[in-house]
Each structure stands twice: as structure tokens, then as C-alpha cells.
């Protein structure tokens, strides 16, 4: 049992949790497409990225933490 690899928790728990977060990931979606070449460098969709992330991170935290060692 010592020699088995680590498994990564955290990727199980967020695929379980992406169907949960499909409103912040269409708005992040429907940006890119908005800003499909822009070829400034000003336009991104930064915000709607890290909404989706935080989405998915408030739902993966309290069913991780309980897992770490």
C-alpha cells in the first residue's frame, strides 16, 4: 500500500461537480465567441474564466478538505 501512487482527489471531485456550475460556464463560452478575433489584445473573458472556476471550487472545497491528510 505505501508504494501506490497518490490519487488526485481534487480532479474526481471537480468533474463531479462541473454539471453544477453550466450557467457560469455558458457566460464564459458566449464570451469567447463574442470576442473571437479581436485581434487588439484588449477584449478577454478573464472574469467570466474565474467565475466558473469559483463555481466549481465552492462546490469541490467541502467534499475535498475532509479527504486531505
Request: proline share 7%; charged share 35%; net charge neutral.
Amino acid at each position: 500500500m505505501a508504494d501506490e501512487e497518490p490519487v488526485d482527489q481534487k480532479k474526481y471531485f471537480e468533474d463531479s461537480c462541473k454539471p453544477k456550475c453550466v450557467k457560469p460556464l455558458l457566460e464564459y463560452e458566449a464570451c469567447v465567441k463574442r470576442i473571437h478575433g479581436d485581434e487588439s489584445g484588449h477584449k478577454h473573458c478573464t472574469g467570466q474564466y474565474f467565475d466558473y472556476w469559483s463555481c466549481v471550487d465552492k462546490c469541490v472545497a467541502p467534499k475535498l478538505f475532509p479527504k486531505l491528510k
